[in-house]
């Protein structure tokens, strides 16, 4: 399988998204990675300068992998059930 249709595998998956201020994410739109760094670490969202942080080159499928296994860890304790 090619590394571009892999990627766009990765589109849609939680850990590639990130929730952004509405004017923040109207100025990143479409922009390459790098400019989109740029403008997350200026959120508000923690989540979101962490993803900056975390990320300062480039955003691999490793990287999407990673942090898809923290938000899911985080949506368990979050949103945890006591209901057995």
Same mark, same amino acid.
């Given at each position: 399988?090619? #590394?571009?249709?892999?990627?766009? @595998?990765?589109? =849609?998956?939680?850990?590639?998204? $990130?929730?952004?201020? !509405? ?12 400019? #989109?760094?740029?403008?997350?670490? @200026?959120?508000? =969202?923690?989540?979101?300068?962490? $993803?900056?942080?975390? !990320? ?12 898809? #296994? ?15």
């Amino acid at each position: 399988m090619s #590394k571009s249709i892999m990627m766009l @595998k990765q589109v =849609y998956r939680i850990g590639n998204l $990130t929730l952004l201020e !509405s004017k923040i994410n109207r100025e990143i739109g479409n922009q390459l990675f790098p400019a #989109k760094v740029v403008e997350s670490a @200026k959120s508000r =969202y923690l989540l979101a300068q962490n $993803t900056a942080a975390d !990320s300062p080159e480039e955003w691999t499928i490793a990287q999407i992998d990673a942090r898809q #296994k923290i938000l899911a860890a985080r949506a368990v304790h979050i949103w945890r059930s006591d209901f057995a």
